[in-house]
């Protein structure tokens, strides 16, 4: 999500396309930028294969790290910490500190190491990765930034939660290779990284009497097979259970039987948004009553837990898509709203272009059911709802149109469901082909609009008639164009450095933020 208006002036060379159409490119920054909010590293795309893109996405960290390294920090921390994106960010930072060790660089590698860690499983994230491409020989900043992170995000429930051996690197792993020092305040953690060692090396240890909540999980693993159902039925079951960090997938195999609807029910109160929103469909073939599921709607309509969420908007569709009855409809509704919050108000008339090509309909990635399709319905229904909100009067906007091959158009009502309006959109994408035609679309939809909006993983065919002619050919300078790239490929069909021509990308709420800044005139600066 950023402008290129500032930082991409040092190249402005005209190129192609992948499909041949008029492309422009970015500098090393924006290129790198672009890229990272749209990866998802060691996946094939549309365009690229993932070893391609892989690589061009370590290459551009390299140059950048080494040209700029307070960026590269600050762009590290707003990766993972407002974005959102989890392996883009360890690889960006392991990147960048082996391309300034190499020349012998020194000054926040340590520092960039440690804040690609958020979640107490990525300090094995950033030692398996860095293993893996550079060998067991760690350098002492990357050992240093790791055990930063650990001291920061080692405790009871994260061991209880990401220790296990489906990791290359567990806990003791880390521990052991790092050897970080007990954080100021934490007296305990000493005994957890203790604790982790016994139980990796599988040494008959009591569990230490200050690590309480490890040592109430030790009491229910200790219960004979028979007896643990029972401790869902009991009176305070589910504290007990939350008393102890068992989360939903070890309570499966702690019972060692189904999960049925008092397992669940059991185990719903401690479960984070991200956890339920992906077993809406196990709560109903279970038969988790309609009070329990209350209880889940009540907190996806909660603005507050959605934000500590940090779900991407496109996580609240897949769960949507995925829901097996309507009880969940209008919660999952409220909380896509809460996701989308920043979405500006947009005076005057606005054309949204989302394109529904044949490139747009893969998926994000391999484990994922949703498409670049789906994102530009998501991001073109949620603006075009919002405009219908805003409309007192017919001096306010939003004209929604996908386009192929030709073109569609969306009307969307005052008041529509922004989740049922995006499957519908999304469900038209056969009705005009499968090119990318975006000159074309621009040429029959453009009408005098106060702005321009195009989702598209900007890929255009050439324009039919003058090959020359970029998308924003029949567009007046003076009206802005928000290109919301889906992709991240390095050509581009918005030319960058002109005024009012602006590209944003990745999936993230932050496109909306992003987005109300450009729009109101903001677009100057890096948004970190």
Wanted: charged share 25%; glycine share 10%.
């Amino acid at each position: 999500m950023m402008t290129m208006a500032k930082f991409n002036k040092a190249q402005n060379d005209s190129t192609k396309t992948y499909e041949g159409g008029k492309a422009f490119a970015r500098n090393a920054k924006s290129d790198l930028f672009l890229l990272a909010v749209t990866n998802m590293a060691g996946e094939d795309t549309f365009y690229e294969s993932a070893d391609v893109r892989d690589k061009r996405y370590r290459d551009l960290v390299h140059t950048v790290a080494l040209e700029d390294a307070d960026w590269m920090l600050r762009f590290v921390v707003w990766l993972r910490s407002e974005a959102n994106m989890r392996s883009a960010s360890v690889v960006a930072a392991c990147e960048a500190v082996w391309a300034r060790l190499q020349v012998g660089l020194s000054g926040s590698n340590r520092q960039l190491i440690d804040a690609a860690c958020q979640r107490a499983d990525e300090p094995g994230e950033v030692l398996a990765y860095w293993t893996g491409r550079y060998g067991r020989a760690v350098p002492k900043p990357v050992k240093r930034g790791v055990a930063d992170a650990v001291a920061r995000l080692y405790s009871e429930y994260t061991l209880a939660k990401y220790d296990s051996d489906a990791k290359a690197f567990r806990f003791a792993d880390v521990i052991d290779l790092v050897h970080p020092a007990a954080a100021d305040g934490k007296p305990w953690q000493g005994d957890l990284f203790r604790h982790a060692l016994d139980r990796r090396h599988k040494r008959d240890n009591p569990v230490p009497a200050s690590l309480g909540t490890l040592t109430k999980r030790a009491e229910l693993l200790a219960l004979p097979v028979a007896e643990r159902r029972g401790v869902l039925l009991a009176d305070g079951g589910a504290e007990r259970l939350a008393g102890a960090g068992m989360t939903w997938e070890a309570l499966a195999g702690w019972l060692q039987g189904p999960m049925d609807a008092a397992a669940w029910e059991a185990v719903i109160p401690s479960m984070g948004l991200m956890a339920l929103a992906r077993n809406l469909r196990n709560f109903d073939e279970a038969g988790v009553s309609d009070e329990v599921a209350w209880k889940i709607c009540a907190r996806f309509l909660d603005a507050g837990q959605v934000a500590k969420s940090r779900m991407l908007p496109y996580r609240w569709l897949s769960a949507y898509k995925a829901a097996p009855s309507l009880r969940w409809g209008h919660a999952l509704e409220g909380a896509l709203g809460h996701a989308v919050a920043g979405i500006p108000e947009l005076p005057g008339r606005t054309l949204v272009l989302v394109d529904t090509s044949g490139s747009m309909t893969g998926a994000v990635s391999a484990r994922s059911q949703v498409r670049h399709l789906d994102i530009g319905g998501l991001i073109g229904t949620a603006l075009a709802v919002r405009g219908a909100a805003a409309q007192p009067t017919r001096e306010a906007s939003v004209d929604l149109v996908g386009f192929a091959d030709g073109v569609f158009r969306h009307p969307i009502a005052k008041g529509a469901s922004v989740l049922r309006e995006a499957e519908a959109f999304a469900r038209r994408s056969g009705e005009v082909g499968h090119g990318t035609r975006m000159v074309e679309a621009v040429k029959a939809t453009y009408s005098g609009h106060d702005r321009v909006v195009i989702v598209s993983d900007m890929q255009t065919f050439p324009y039919y008639y003058n090959d020359k002619l970029g998308a924003d050919a029949f567009i007046p300078e003076s009206v802005p164009v928000f290109g919301i790239n889906t992709a991240g490929y390095a050509p581009s069909a918005l030319a960058p450095g002109k005024a009012n021509r602006f590209e944003i990308g990745g999936f993230s709420d932050k496109v909306f933020t992003m987005f109300g800044l450009l729009a109101s005139g903001q677009g100057t600066a890096w948004p970190f």
